[in-house]
Every structure is written in C-alpha cells, then in structure tokens.
C-alpha cells in the first residue's frame, strides 16, 4: 500500500543523504521524495512517499525514528493530510490539438506558462491523481517533457506540527 | 586557554575519562600525534594495521564497557578502519573513530588521500560528524561520545579536515549534551511491564531467551534474579554468552544453528519466549515460518527497530533491559501468590526440558590419538582464571568455543556476531588486555583467520601485553570446509590453506613465544606452559582435520530439525 510519510529533520550536513540511504540500504521503496526548509530555522520537512506491507512500514517509521538527526516522523496513511503536488507538462500542440490542450488546461484549473508555435508548457497542480488524471488526457496529444515535484502533505485541522 | 583543534580533540578525550586509544599516524592527522607526543594522561597504543586498531578499540570496549577509540589518517587510513567500524555496528559496540580529513577547502577535490569516509561508513556507523569549524569541535566530541554509549550503542565517526585541527580556538568542554532529535527510551513504559508480568505468570512453558543487549546493558544481574525467581529456563545467544553463568542448571547454552538441542526443543515447544536485549538473528530462528510456533512472544529491547523485524511480538516493551527487568523483578515480589503457583506450576517444563538435555547434551567423541579442538576448549576452561576474557575468531573454533566453554560472567566472550568477522580475536584481545592488564586474556583462532591480523603480534610484544594466542590448526577453512562437505559433496574448493605455517617460529619472529601439541596428552602441558608464560604466546593444536560443529541447523531449515551427528 501507498504511504506518505512526512519526516521533519534537523538541517544538517548529510541529512538527506542519510535518509535516501536508509531507503536504499534496507531495499524500501521511495515513490517520490521532496525536502525544502520549514519556517523554522535549522528544520527542514521531506515528504516521502513509499509502498509496502504494515511489518515494512512500520520498520520505515523506526528506522527513520532511529536517525539521529529525524525530529519527527508522520504517517499520513490513513486520509488524514492534504496532499498537493505540482507538475510541469509539455506537450505537442499544433493546429487542432491546440484547441483540445486549452480545453483539458481549462477543465484542470490549469495554467499555460510558456507558448510556442508547437507546444504548451503546462502547470497544473493538484492531488497526486490529479496529476495523473491530467497526463492520461494529455498523453494522447504527445508528451514532450514532465517534471513532477512529488507530493508534499499537511495534516488536515487546526493544529500545526512542528518540531 | 587557547588552544589549536588537534589538542581541543586531545583534552576532549581526557574529559570523557578515556585512558587509551589505538591510533596510526598519517598526513591528516600528524597535527594530532605532534599533541600527543609527551602528553600524560593517555596511553596511545600503535597497532601495526587501522584495522587492528579499530577491532582493539572494539575488544577494549566489549570487555570494559567504556567507549573505545580509535584513530587513523584520512585516505587508506580511514578505509582501513571500515571492517572494524561494520563489526562493532553489527555488535552495538561504543566506540569513537576519529579520522582525518584533508583540509576543508580540498574536501571534493580528490586531494591525496581524500576519501568521503563518512559516505562510506554511512550505514555502519550509529552517527557521524565532519567538523567544519574548530568551534564546533568541543560540542562535537561531547555529542560523538554520547551518542556512541547511550540507547543501543554503536560506533560515531568524527571526520576532523587538517586545517580545523591547526585552527585555534578557546577550549571549553560542555558540561551537559542536548540532542533534540535524539532521545533514546530508557524507562519501560510501566503498563507494558505489567501486562508482561501477568502474561508471563500465566504460561506454562516460558523461556528467556537472552542477547547481547543484556550485556551491553550492564543487566546481568537483574536477569540472573529475574530467572531464578520464576525457575525459568534460559537460552542464551552467542553474543549472550555469560550474560547468565553457563553453569547454572537452567541454562540451556545457545539456541540456533549450532545451538543445543534442548534450547531449540525448548524454543520450539514455548508458550512463553521472553526475548531480552536479543534480536531474533536468522542464526538464531532458523526458518521463520516454523520458529516457536506455539509462543507468545514478550520482546524487551532498548532499539525499537529491533521489535517485529523478524518475528511477530504479542508484546513490545521499548527500554534499557537493566530498567525493565527491575520493575519485572519488583512486580513479581508483589504478585506473590500468582508466583507461587507458577513455580509450582513449571516441573512438568523442567522435566520435559531435563529429557532433552539428556538425550542429546552438546557432547564429542574425544580420541587418544587425534586432538580434538572441543577437548583443547575444555581444558582450557578448566586451566584458565575464571575471570579469563576470551576472545574468538571467526569459524568452527568460534562455535566450540561457545559450546564448550562455559561462559559464568558478561563481558568475558568477545566475539564478533553479527558481522562474523575474521581476523578480529587477536587484536580485541589485545584491547581486552589494554583495559585490564592484570586479567588472562585468551584468543582462541583458527589458523586461517589468526593470519588476517597477524601483525598485531608485534604489538602485544611491543606493549607487553600478554595475550595468549591459542591457534586451533585444521590446516583447513574449517567452517567453510564443513559447509562444503555437508552441503556440496565434499569438493573443498579453495579452502584446503595446504602451505603450512610455523606458527612457533612465526612467534618468536615477533620475539614472542610458541608452544605446540600434536597430541593429546600434550594439550594439557602445552596449555601449561602458555600460560605460564609471563609476555605472549601462541598456543598451538594440530587438531583433527576434519571435524565438525554439531548439532547443525542447516540454513532455512527448522530449529527441530537439527543435524546430531551426521
Ligand atoms: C573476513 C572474512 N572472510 C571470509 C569469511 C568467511 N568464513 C567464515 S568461517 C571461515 C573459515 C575460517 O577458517 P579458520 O580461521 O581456519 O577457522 P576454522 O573454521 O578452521 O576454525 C571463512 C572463510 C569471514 N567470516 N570473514
């Protein structure tokens, strides 16, 4: 089963690598991982999202416990954070399929960020099956280029995680 | 005061109470010997290779309790110390290695013996630190020693650049350490505790089943009391050995692979396994899917990625065993009555197991005209101070010595466990000996791995440290050889070591001295004469060839279904 998990780390020299590491080294699998700083100084949040059984997920959250420089660590398994991801699409867009790309751009909210005779550059953003709602109906009309930043998750309600 | 970074290092190790470290100079880290030369107050010990080093500051460690250190120079220094960093990992074993770094503006650059030695030890060590500034150092130190001994222990690495120890700054040692992202649980959370008690008063067929965490913990005592209030049985791991006194009549020696058979009969019929400070090894459990099938499973342990890695647990109590067994303890003198009926309760278990030990005890058919290493074992048991520290090497040597050398106190079996290292008896010995002195110390090798870390011979010599080397010579790869001649019809590929050494001329080389029996009657005077001996000694058995370590659980087989005498 699909897990995101959220790890607030300290910023130290090597943390992320300690953490892509750990993934590697016990063969868990990383789905997508995203880290950038928090609005706390010296923190910064990954947002990691794996696959695997409750006995392998349960050893993700130990183990990444385990770390010395892991704050904390969150299961968002069960619906309980909002998740968002963004993407930057290209596609193939000429004569009649131009009209089409607009279309799907309209219907997903999406936004047009660069123009050429021959393509759109898309961004669109969104819940991770969003995103992927968006690039089935784009893939017919060509994908030229993706860039997918993985999703990034907050727990729903009024209190604030922090470290 | 003032002082440059290599001699902050210096007194940081002093604030920490450490008395010795095992060092090999370099580029990287002359800064730090130039300090050390003329200081008081620490007694450096140069082995004569980083890994010989770093296995020693790991011996000191296991047999003292203290965090052991160890340092080398950047490059080939530092690599050369990886197999002994990867052995204490596996181990939980403290211990402090300090490398050098070429200095921080070259860092990247593939600069003469630049290695990322903190990328390369990533997942071997419990933490490490690159000093980038000779104002974090002090702190550094503070955080790397305690790190290393709290929680599960493990190796810390300090990767210290060139320059940051040329670096002056003011020398203050912090008084306190605060890790916010590092709070290891020490207390046992009180309800589990109880809940544990309640279920263990309601089994009929407990087991303890003991690891190296109880050592490790200091806890040996609490579990001695704790086994024998309830009457329990108590099996205990190789890196378990002398956690409980191996002579006591309710220790059932070592379970697994080439455990007894009465511990994994035990194992194996148990409603009650109460796991402490032990990890459930595949060497110890055998095939999973049929290990103790009808057991409740208590696990205590302080590292809760140990719990439910490997088997299902009805019961997690994340703490230091020494905590969790005396609030155990205490909750059983107040459930007095329910006790009472347990004791009287388990003599139907303490028979049945009685009949396993009896059937089969850990035994060997001894010979009058061959050596047999299980009967070297025994009479050194028998001719060694009871406060003895052995150490072992790796192979068959190593599992007769767990069966037959009856291990009565912790920290008196130093053996590398989880990573199975060869070449480490001699130099932990060698630490072991650095830490206490006046206590016998016995490495007990096989004639392949002794020649690993050889060199530290000179060593011993040279610190007069009297380490009794015992050399069990198979002329073969004995652990290998028996897998092969179970496992793969007898085609000793590659592990026939056919040059034979002169082990007794190799000693006195060194300007050690060597003894050696080729027969029977000999092994008890030679044994002798070794010990007698007041500098180092090799010891040497010309052992039948091709004898073998049983009982035998082959690997993915079931604890019941063990190789008695094939
Ligand atoms: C560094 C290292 N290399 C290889 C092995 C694999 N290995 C395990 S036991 C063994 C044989 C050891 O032979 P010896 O030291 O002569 O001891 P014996 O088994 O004969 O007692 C080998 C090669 C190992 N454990 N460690």
Not at chain 2, 351 to 360: Q, R, T, V
């Amino acid at each position: 089963m699909q897990h995101t998990i959220s790890v607030l780390v300290e910023n130290e020299f090597g943390v992320l690598s300690r953490v892509a590491s750990l993934f590697s080294g016990r063969g868990f699998n990383i789905d997508s991982l995203t880290v950038a700083p928090t609005n706390e100084e010296n923190l910064s949040r990954m947002t990691i999202v794996t696959r695997g059984d409750d006995r392998i997920l349960e050893q993700i959250n130990k183990q990444l416990n385990k770390l010395i420089d892991v704050l904390k660590v969150i299961d968002f398994s069960d619906g309980s954070a909002v998740e968002r991801e963004m993407a930057l699409i290209k596609v193939t867009a000429e004569d009649e399929s131009r009209a089409e790309v607009l279309r799907i751009v309209d219907i997903f909210r999406a936004k047009i960020i660069d123009v050429t005779p021959k393509s759109y550059t898309i961004e669109a953003t969104g819940s991770p099956l969003k995103i992927d709602a968006i690039l089935d109906l784009l893939r017919p009309l060509g994908l030229k280029e993706l860039v997918r930043t993985g999703a990034v998750a907050i727990g729903r309600g009024a209190k604030g995680w922090k470290g | 005061m003032k002082m440059n970074g290599a001699r902050i290092m210096l007194e940081c190790l002093k604030k920490e109470g450490v008395d010795t470290i095992f060092g090999y100079p370099g580029g990287t880290v002359i800064n730090i010997y130039d300090e050390l030369f003329g200081i008081k107050g620490i007694n450096h010990i140069l082995p004569r290779h980083e890994q010989g080093g770093t296995h020693a500051a790991d011996g000191y460690a296991r047999a003292s309790g203290k965090v052991g250190v160890a340092i080398a120079t950047s490059g080939p220094g530092a690599t050369n110390t990886v197999t002994g960093i990867a052995t204490a990992y596996m181990d939980s074993v403290p211990m402090v290695i300090i490398t050098g770094q070429v200095p921080t503006a070259l860092i990247g650059n593939d600069a003469f013996q630049e290695v990322d030695i903190i990328g390369i030890t990533r997942s071997c060590t419990k933490h490490s630190f690159l000093v980038r500034d000779v104002n974090e150092l002090a702190g550094i130190m503070k955080k790397a020693f305690y790190i290393a001994r709290t929680g599960r222990p493990g190796p810390v690495l300090v990767d210290l650049p060139k320059d940051v120890q040329i670096a002056q700054t003011e020398f203050v040692y912090p008084e306190t350490v605060e890790i916010r992202s590092y709070k290891p649980t020490v207390e046992g959370h009180p309800k589990q505790i109880e809940r544990a008690v309640e279920m263990l008063l309601a089994s009929h067929k407990p087991v303890l089943y003991v690891g190296g965490g109880v050592i490790l913990g200091n806890a040996a005592d609490e579990l001695t009391t704790l086994a024998r209030m309830l009457i329990a049985p108590v099996t205990t791991t190789l890196m378990g050995l002398g956690a409980f006194p191996g002579n006591d009549r309710l220790s059932l020696g070592m379970p697994g692979m080439h455990g007894s058979y009465c511990a994994n009969m035990a194992m194996t019929h148990s409603d009650m396994i109460v796991a402490i400070g032990a990890r459930f090894d595949d060497r110890v459990t055998g095939k999973l899917a049929t290990f103790a099938p009808h057991a409740r499973i208590i696990h205590i342990d302080v590292d809760p990625t140990s719990i439910k890695k490997n088997v299902r647990v009805d019961l997690p109590i994340v703490g230091d065993v020494k905590d969790v067994l005396s609030k155990m303890i205490r909750q059983l003198k107040k459930s007095d009555e329910k006790l009472k009926s347990f004791v009287s309760g388990i003599s139907a278990w303490d028979e049945e197991i009685n009949g396993w030990k009896e059937k089969h005890p850990i035994n060997y058919k001894n010979s009058s005209s061959i050596i047999k290493p299980q009967y070297v074992i025994q009479k050194l048991r028998e001719l060694s101070d009871d406060d003895a520290i052995i150490s072992t090497d790796v192979g068959q040597h190593q599992m007769w010595t767990a069966q037959f050398f009856q291990f009565n106190r912790p920290r008196t079996l130093l053996s590398s466990g989880g990573l199975g290292t060869m070449g480490y008896g001699l130099p932990a010995a060698m630490g072991a000996q650095a830490a206490f002195p006046g206590r016998q110390v016995i490495t007990i090798c096989g004639d392949g791995g002794v020649q690993m870390n050889i060199q530290e011979m000179a060593t011993l010599v040279q610190n007069r440290l009297p380490v009794k080397i015992v050399i069990l010579n198979n002329n073969f790869l004995g652990m290998v050889r028996q897998w092969q001649e179970l496992f793969f019809e007898k085609r000793y590929s590659q592990t026939c070591l056919e040059l034979p050494i002169d082990f007794i001329k190799l000693a006195e080389a060194y300007g050690a001295k060597g003894f050696r029996a080729t027969k029977p009657d000999e092994v008890e005077n030679t044994i002798k004469q070794g010990f007698a001996h007041n500098g180092p000694v090799i010891m040497e058995f010309m052992i039948a060839r091709e004898e073998k370590v049983l009982p035998m659980v082959p690997a993915g087989a079931s604890l019941n279904e063990m190789v008695l005498n094939a």
